[in-house]
């Protein structure tokens, strides 16, 4: 079993840059692949990065590849979305997901945190 919450998100304007982070409790959060996604207004939930339970691999979105970058420190149970030069199609509430590998993370993940919204201006 594992838990998730996410905090970091807000408001911020085009071109700026926001650190989310998934605090994760449970044994197994450090041999769990992590992921985040996102859902906009009318659109269905979406990948957006992946890390493997090492953080030797990662995968993006083609839609945040060169902009986000995804992290983790399982000495802190913790994973992380960096997020540059953000648009306003970047605005959407995201999650932080949790699961047994990072083939299942990036499709079916295991657990799901609340999520966090995150609101770009133009």
């Known amino acids: 079993q594992v838990q998730l919450v996410e905090s970091g998100g807000g408001l911020v304007q085009a071109g700026g840059s926001l650190r989310l982070s998934c605090a994760g409790s449970?044994?197994?959060?450090?041999?769990?692949?992590m992921g985040w996604f996102r859902q906009a207004p009318g659109k269905e939930r979406e990948f957006v990065a992946a890390?493997?339970?090492?953080?030797?691999?990662?995968y993006y979105a083609d839609s945040v590849k060169g902009r986000f970058t995804i992290s983790r420190d399982n000495a802190k149970n913790t994973v992380y979305l960096q997020m540059n030069s953000l648009k306003p199609e970047d605005t959407a509430v995201y999650y932080c997901?949790?699961?047994?590998?990072?083939?299942?993370?990036?499709?079916?993940?295991?657990?799901w945190g609340q999520g966090t919204q995150v609101t770009v201006s133009s």
């Open positions: 997901a949790a699961g047994s590998a990072i083939a299942r993370v990036t499709t079916t993940p295991d657990y």
């Open positions: 449970g044994r197994s959060f450090s041999t769990s692949a």
């Open positions: 890390i493997s339970w090492s953080g030797g691999s990662t």
